[in-house]
């Protein structure tokens, strides 16, 4: 072990002599330097090293680093010469050297390889940008080798073989072998997707550059494969046959040129390259359908790429009709195809106005196929968006204000309730059709506060509201605290004191048979009780703590909120014990009385709570922790 690391520091002795020769750190630093380092080197050593350990030095040499340059760049504007040295790179590669060091023992760590490869692309520590981009070549490689199913990794070496090394072959390459590993991961067909239009649109800029009209024959936008991150065959590409993927290509081919229609052979017609049409893109996104047939979101992640292509319509419409052809009965399908053209005005362009009403008249063709109630769950959706979004033009809102209406009374006039859906009815339900959407969907919170507002804002009677409340709302939404607070907060400023009071002893009783999951709720609604007492003065917020011990299981929440209200010591004492009973294996009681007590000087009483608590606390961790936060409120106080 010795050895080891005597061998690792005596590898450092040029790069110090280099510090102190420079003046970027004086001999009693670099002594603390090489002591740290050997600290850190014979952890290194150890049977079991763990990630941190190595995490740890790595961040204390880019921290000894980040002084070096700081100091070096002051040095520089007292007009000393800016020459390179050993030092510039030495940390650098140390570095590197560690984290290969924690790779070899965690190479299973995939968040290990991203801080490295973060790192190396980041950093300066090579003589020249070639050395570095051929490092990230071979850590990719490593990388991948270890974690084949790890998408990410595939992805970002495609991007550094086509932004730093520019060559869009070994980018194209890369991502074919990991859709052979991974076929149906998304991102990475949706990433090679993105690749083979980024290519063919950086043809078609070179040819505008040269003044080029057409394009040449043969051109197929793939590049030198020069360079290339090498990576050694992996075990689940054998299965996988060349030879059957070609012939597989051949036969789309042949079907998609047969079944194209007129249409969309009009688009794709041109008298260049078909790869500069596309069409290579349009294989991908096929043999993508294929690989992942049921998902039509994954569909609109290639429309989405398509936005920031021009010239690429022809392969829009053909990813559209895809969406249209196999998701006909999704409505948030069809809602998407209704306002796809949309992304391709802006919201100052005067086009948007007559893109809007396509979208209008496309939601009117869907809602005839689909009459659903999520169909017309997206259109009601739709127009409320674009009511809010154009507030500021009164015409155009005007306009989605009036379908609004019109589609009310649409739902409305269907007396099966097939367009009704809780979406739809807060939008657009007032009066019998908000109470139809209450009886169909009893449990919606939102629908009953909508229904509830409206009749206290109509000036309903007071025993039609009170009726509502209690007949309707609260037996069918028990679990909803808005309803709650609405029926408290109007019970409170429409009745008496002492009708209020009934009304709470009622209200604990409802809550009192929900299940444990809505414990908040009933601390919430006896939190209410003692906030509104405590507003008519000490004694009747007392009289109502005295209420809920006795109607009512008191819970942390209440004892808190009353604690914070109480103004005096004897009675703080006695809410205190009571929140120590309601959970006696909870050491949060148990240490606010103990803090109480010792605050009052009762250090005699706090010794006997804190001698129940030990009784009533589990032994375990928690215990151990419980006796050092009373020792230590003890040591405060002396």
């Known amino acids: 072990m010795a050895e080891i690391v005597q ?7 040029g790069e110090l002599e280099d510090l102190e020769r420079c003046k970027l750190f004086t001999r009693p630093e670099l002594k603390s330097i090489v002591k740290k380092r050997t600290k850190f080197e014979y952890g290194l050593r150890r049977r079991r090293v763990a990630r941190a350990d190595f995490l740890r030095y790595i961040e204390y040499e880019i921290n ?11 040095t520089m504007r007292q007009g000393q010469a800016a020459k390179r040295t050993l030092s510039d790179f030495s940390i650098g590669r140390r570095i590197v050297s560690i984290f290969e060091r924690a790779l070899a023992r965690h190479s299973s760590d995939v968040a290990l390889w991203l801080q490295y490869i973060e790192f190396v692309k980041t950093s300066d520590h090579s003589e020249d940008g070639e050395a570095s981009s051929r490092a990230l070549s071979r850590i990719y490689a490593s990388a991948i080798t270890k974690h084949p199913y790890e998408a990410r990794l595939w992805i970002m070496a495609a991007e550094h073989e086509l932004d730093a090394s520019s060559n869009g072959g070994a980018a194209r390459l890369l991502l074919q072998r990991a859709l052979r590993v991974n076929p149906r991961d998304g991102a990475l067909w949706v990433e090679y997707f993105r690749l083979e239009l980024l290519l063919a649109e950086k043809i078609r800029a070179r040819r505008r550059v040269l003044g080029i009209d057409h394009a040449g024959e043969g051109e197929d936008g793939g590049e030198e494969n020069t360079g290339l991150i090498a990576l050694p065959a992996l075990d689940e590409e054998k299965e996988f046959d060349q030879r059957v993927e070609d012939q597989a290509m051949a036969k789309y081919a042949a079907v998609q040129a047969a079944e194209l229609s007129a249409k969309q052979r009009a688009a794709l017609a041109t008298p260049g390259n078909a790869y500069l049409q596309g069409a290579v893109a349009i294989i991908v996104f096929e043999q993508a359908v294929r690989a992942i047939p049921d998902d039509w979101r994954f569909r609109q992640q290639f429309v989405s790429v398509l936005k920031r292509f021009p010239d690429t319509h022809g392969v829009r419409q053909r990813v559209l009709d895809s969406i249209a052809a196999d998701f006909a009965h999704c409505a948030q399908a069809r809602s998407f195809l209704c306002v796809a053209h949309l992304s391709l005005s802006s919201s100052s362009s005067p086009e948007l106005v007559d893109a809007l009403r396509e979208a209008v008249a496309n939601y009117g063709q869907a809602l005839g196929a689909l009459d659903t109630p999520d169909m017309w769950a997206e259109y009601v959706g739709f127009l409320a968006k674009w009511r809010d979004v154009s507030r500021e033009e009164e015409s155009l809102s005007a306009y989605f204000a009036a379908l609004l209406k019109r589609a009310a009374k649409q739902v409305a006039a269907d007396n099966g309730g097939a367009r009704l859906s809780e979406a739809v009815a807060l939008e657009l339900a007032e009066g019998e059709l908000l109470a139809e959407a209450t009886r169909r969907f009893p449990a919606s919170e939102a629908l009953w506060c909508k229904r509830l507002q409206a009749a206290i804002g109509a000036g309903a009677g007071d025993g039609g509201v009170a009726r509502l409340f209690e007949v309707h709302a609260l037996p069918a939404a028990r679990h909803a605290r808005g309803v709650w607070d609405l029926w408290l907060s109007w019970t409170e400023r429409e009745m008496t004191a002492d009708d209020v009071r009934a009304k709470y002893v009622a209200a604990f009783a409802m809550t009192s048979q929900l299940t444990s999951e809505h414990a908040g709720l009933k601390a919430h609604v006896q939190v209410r009780f003692v906030d509104w007492a405590w507003s008519l003065g000490v004694d009747a917020f007392r009289a109502a703590c005295h ?25 703080k004492a006695t809410l205190h014990e009571l929140a120590c009973r309601v959970d006696e294996s909870d050491k949060g009681p148990w240490l606010s009385y103990l803090q109480f007590l010792v605050g009052e000087r009762r250090l005699e009483a706090a010794a006997a709570v804190f001698w129940r608590a030990s009784k009533a606390l589990p032994s375990d961790g928690d215990r151990e922790a419980f006796d050092a936060m009373y020792q230590e409120l003890l040591r405060q106080k002396k």
């Open 7 to 13: 061998y690792h520091l005596e590898q450092m002795v």
């Open 64 to 74: 000894v680093d980040a002084l070096r340059r700081k100091r070096k760049h002051r």
């Open 547 to 571: 209420t809920v011990q006795r109607h009512a299981f008191p819970t942390p929440g209440f004892f808190c909120r009353c604690l914070e209200l109480e103004p005096e010591a004897k009675h």
